[in-house]
Structure formats: structure tokens, C-alpha cells
């Protein structure tokens, strides 16, 4: 898989669409005249999206993940309010069963959960668009759409069911305080990783039809060919060495093999399949979300452990691990930490060996 031109085609549709204009002078280099703060404040600069052309073009900005040129257009984009965002058209409803129901999404263990009263929030996620183009001997694309949350890198997997269920508004229902949200740039790199998972599968199906095809024409063509060379081999008994009529049917030979050999390239080359991806749009989109704070409490420990309600999906978001930091919805408490199983095993066990 031909690794895409993301960043490049998410950083030049951004420049345009904030007003600025991007001319491609070579192959992943381009003369941007950035979008101005000011009417008069237009400045020219050199974008290189690929590190070979910087070391011909020492001018210009190289834009990668960690590039402070990329983080500087995500924010113009951001500033500019231009970045497209939506609020799930819904409220977050509270009743005296939603922290019981809250609480047993998890498994607490030896450990029982008590909360104060919820707060609703809003939590930011970013909708990555992405556009997959297979080319092989035929053309087709897919559009897949990756939901990070942008609050804990967390991917959210049945936001279409919410969004057709709820519909979309410009402006929130209830003016909620909004979560932090990680880089941009973070989450980009978060959707693209889930991308890549989801490709998997569809690459996976039309590479093993390619190849079952490529080796049904090229057994075809093989044994075309296998039976022109037997044919002259078979001409060639009896016709001695050295002779003009021998030297004609060896010449005759390489010819049917090297066409041989192109006919084959040839049927690889045809069915050879490449993916590229790349990036239409972001959306950031805000869910409702209730936030618990409270405590897990066992015999001897207690720990504050805050907990998320979905009201959207009715149900708790995974808890964090105060040890490893993986989610999880089983948790107990170890040295005044709230801890997922694997760690409370380990300790348990490192405890027992000595
Ligand atoms: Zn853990």
C-alpha cells in the first residue's frame, strides 16, 4: 500500500479553504500563498511534504506529524471556526437510577463506587473522512468515515445509529463546558491507524481475487507459450548442429521465451493492486456525556475514580487504569490506585514470590 499523501492533501485543502492558494511545483512541494489575518498580510512560503525534496529545495518548510507547519494550519483552521462542527441534536438526561446503571457497566472488585451528582459536558470528536481508491485493472473506491474520541484517543464505533437517530445542529442544545481535546494532529494519526485496520480486510479480499485471477491468465498464457516452444523443440530433432535452419529455430526459441516473459510481467503488472488513501474532510462533532466523580472504596483503600456516562448508548465508558493506563471495565484497588485486573494479578503475584 502506497503510503498516502494525508497530510499533504488535508494541509493544502486546508490552506484553500482558509483562503490562501497552493500551487504543486513538483512532486510533494508546493509555493503557498498563506491565508492572511489581514486583507495586505499575504506571505509566500514553500511547503515540502516529502523529506527528498527539502534536501533540493532548502527553503522550504518540511510538514510532517510533529511539524510546527502542520499544528500551525490545524490551528488556523480551528481559529478560523472554519473546520466543520456539529452538535448531536440530544441532552443528557439524569435520573436517580443512572448512576446505579452507571455502575454496573463495571466490575468493581472488593470494592464498591459512590458518586456526587453528574455534570454534563460535551465531548469533542473528530470524524476523519477518508476516501480508499483500489487501482489494479479495474478502478473502485470506498469512503470510510473513522470517529476518534478526542478526549482519549478512543475510537467510537456506532456514532452513524446515533447521528441518524438524534440528527445534527450547528449550535448546542444546552451550553455545556467542552472537554480538552488532544492535538489535532494526534487524532489524525489515531484515524489513520484505524484506517489502516480497516483496509485490511478489503485490500485482503480483492488481492486474493487478483491473484487467483492472475494465476488462472497466467497459467493460460504459460501454457500457450510452453506449447509453442515444444513444437519448435520437436521441429529441431533430427536438424543437426551447426547448421543455418538450427541456428534459425534457436532464435525462434528466445524469441518465444522473452515474449514469454512479457506476457507474464505483463499479466502481473495488470493485476498488481494498489491502494491509495487519502483524506476529504473533518468534522468535529459533539456528544453529550456525563461526568460522575466518586470514589471506589474497599476495606482498607479508597481511591477517587471518575466515571462517564454515555447517555447516548445508555451505558458507562471504559475506565482508565491508574497503573498501566489501558481501559477497562473491571477494576479493584491496589496502594491507593484503582487498578485494572492484569495489574492487580501482577502485584498479587510479585507480592506472593517474595
Ligand atoms: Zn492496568
Known sequence: MTAPDGIEAFAITAVEYLGGAAEERAAGLYTVLW??????DAETRQLAFDPEVIEEEPDAELVTFASPTLEQIVQLATASGRVARAFLKT???????????????????????????????WLPVGVFLF???YLSDSREEDLLEVAVSLADRRILRRLAEAIERHGLGADPLDAWPMMAEIPATDAYAVARAELERKLLSPIGLRRRELESRLARESGRAAGYY??????????????????PERARQESKLRAIRLEREGRL????GKYRLEAAVSLLSVLRLYLPRLVFHGRLAGKRD???????WDPVEQTGEPARCQRCGSLT??????RGGVACPPCL?????SQGSH
Do not use: C, N
Open 35 to 40: 491565508p492572511a489575518a489581514a486583507p495586505g
Open 226 to 243: 510452453d506449447e509453442l516452444l515444444r513444437d519448435v523443440q520437436e521441429q529441431q530433432q533430427g536438424v543437426s548442429a551447426d547448421t
Open 131 to 133: 476516501r480508499a481508491r
Open 91 to 121: 441532552t443528557a438526561h439524569v435520573s436517580r437510577g443512572t448512576a446505579e446503571r452507571l455502575a454496573r457497566s463495571y466490575r468493581f472488585l472488593d470494592a464498591v463506587w459512590s458518586s456526587e451528582a453528574p455534570r454534563p459536558w
Open 265 to 268: 510481467a505483463e499479466l502481473r
Open 329 to 334: 471495565y473491571e477494576a479493584g484497588l491496589h
Open 302 to 308: 479508597a481511591a477517587a475514580l471518575t466515571l462517564i
Open 345 to 349: 494479578d501482577g502485584t498479587l503475584r
